[in-house]
């Protein structure tokens, strides 16, 4: 996945030995998640799916994939797994793959069959999972340890889902700061939350040049490029954490006039940064905020 992974529990009922082993288990579902579903391995069921025309697939696999449709949906297509084509084109390498077609709206023209757990799909698509899988694991993750902990936090590279409060500092919820990228400053807000997940979605973790120019992995799939429209950087609080990941980058992608509409229509909490260093954020974030 190419991220560190933060866990952390409390709780005065359990031994620490207890709690190290629960949270051994909770990282191997993270590597495991990984081994399953990355692009970049060769024999994950990801890649295996990705060369030939679907079939029958895992529990897990379809209940992923349909996720993505439905939120392929709920953004009007902005939220795109099919855009592997487009990040192979531009220099994002790592699978191994046949030549891959561009062409749009393929996505749509899977077929899922729910009884029999089976996904037919255009043999030139091609998916990545990278737009919605931490988030997803995320969540599973912490769905696991909330069954035993009140209190506790899983963060993958800033997605993160926090249930409780942070007792180490004697708070019945969780500080968190959000890092402004464009500034390099630590914080451009601190975050009061408890129960809920954020995530933030920006272009400049995963840069590269190709062909003399600068390319990264967020990607207008209308435009069928790397998104440059002013933006920088996006964090949305959602109580799933595959929610909050989704709608950071649907409104990143979408830029501030149609993202900032988007989140009021669909009431996403939600904070931009330009490259111009200005930060606009909606009344339902400011409801976050610390306010000293």
Known sequence: ??????????????????????????????????????RFREESELSTFNVGEGGSVSEEFFLLFKKCREFHTVTNGIFDPSILAVLEKIG????????????????????????????????????????????????????????KYTNGIVDAGGDMRVFGGDKDQHLDYFAIDVE????GETSSVTLVLRD?????????????WYQGERHHHIIDPLLRKSVKNGIFQVTVIATHAVEADVFAKTLLILGLEEGFLFAQEKNIPALFVGENKKITRNTLFQKYEWKA
């Open 92 to 147: 994002y390498k790592g699978s191994r793959l046949p030549a891959i077609s561009e062409a749009k709206g393929l996505f749509l023209q899977m077929i899922f069959d729910e009884k029999k757990k089976t996904i037919q799909k255009p043999k030139d698509l091609f998916i990545d999972l990278g737009g919605i899988g931490k988030g997803y694991i995320v969540d599973k993750v912490a769905d696991f340890l909330f069954k």
């Open 180 to 183: 402004n990228a464009v500034t």
């Open 196 to 208: 809920c997940a954020v995530a933030t979605s920006g272009t400049s973790r995963r840069n590269w």
């Open 1 to 38: 996945m190419k991220t560190d992974v933060f866990i952390k529990l409390f709780s005065n009922q359990y031994s620490e030995k207890e709690m190290q082993g629960d949270i051994a288990t909770a990282f191997q579902m993270f590597r495991n998640f990984e081994a399953r579903f990355s």
